[in-house]
């Protein structure tokens, strides 16, 4: 399985920053790779496919890119909605596999 | 749009089998692969596997043993079955339309979720 790895696990920011998260495959895996958030309780939602692509109706305030076996997801002027677990998930090989999450909470 | 709604029993006893059923709404179940995907509480998410419309099955290879995902397409559902369950099997259970092919491959739109607890 292809494993990936989230970094950091959680962090802390304030209304306007800029918060980036890197997620490394154990392999090359091109672009192939999605992010989605989380909210408590509610199911993953699709936020950036093909690492750098931004899904309809998602603020430009967010992007992502990498390729190979390194991939970062940003947001600039972090909002209070912007709560919650993100997670990068790599389709280059089968069994899809998922990074561990990352917790991102408002100050 | 296309809506995705789990089905199934909340308590399954140790050893048991877990069946639940993934209702797809609002469009048709041809042309795309149909996921399942667990999240133990407060962990992770793990791909458990899929079926394409025509039947094709994957799973990840450590549940391969107790896993079969099926299909019934007279009435737009998809369904998994694990056996043989322990409490490591307890997680929300997600179902996913995931595209595969040309420029699509992503696992959208999910299913709300639906808690499965493995106990006696």
């Known amino acids: 399985d292809i494993q990936m790895t989230q970094s950091p696990s959680s962090l802390s920011a304030s209304v306007g920053d800029r918060v980036t998260i890197t997620c490394q495959a154990s392999?090359?895996?091109?672009?192939?790779l999605n992010w989605y958030q989380q909210k408590p309780g509610k199911a993953p939602k699709l936020l950036i496919y093909?690492?750098?692509n931004l899904e309809t109706g998602v603020p430009s305030r967010i992007s992502g890119g990498g390729s190979g076996t390194d991939f970062t997801f940003s947001i600039s002027n972090l909002q209070p909605e912007d709560t919650g677990t993100y997670y990068c998930?790599?389709?280059?090989?089968?069994?899809?596999?998922f990074g561990g999450g990352t917790k991102v909470e408002m100050k | 749009q296309v809506l995705l709604q789990e089905s199934g029993p909340g308590l399954v006893k140790p050893s048991e089998t877990l069946s639940l059923t993934c209702t797809v709404s609002?469009?048709?179940?041809?042309?795309?692969?149909w996921s399942w995907i667990r999240q133990p509480p407060g962990k992770g998410l793990e791909w458990i596997g899929h079926?394409?419309?025509?039947?094709?099955?994957n799973y990840r290879p450590s549940l391969e043993s107790r896993v079969a995902i099926s299909l019934d397409k007279s009435k737009n559902q998809f369904s998994l079955r694990l056996n043989s369950v322990t409490g490591a099997d307890t997680a929300v259970y997600y179902c996913?339309?995931?595209?595969?092919?040309?420029?699509?491959?992503?696992?959208?739109?999910w299913g709300q979720g639906t808690l499965v607890t493995v106990s006696s």
């Open positions: 609002g469009g048709s179940i041809n042309n795309y692969f």
């Open positions: 392999q090359d895996i091109s672009n192939y």
């Open positions: 998930q790599q389709y280059d090989t089968l069994p899809l596999t």
């Open positions: 079926i394409h419309y025509t039947g094709t099955t």
């Open positions: 093909d690492a750098s």
């Open positions: 996913a339309r995931y595209c595969s092919g040309g420029s699509c491959y992503r696992l959208d739109p």
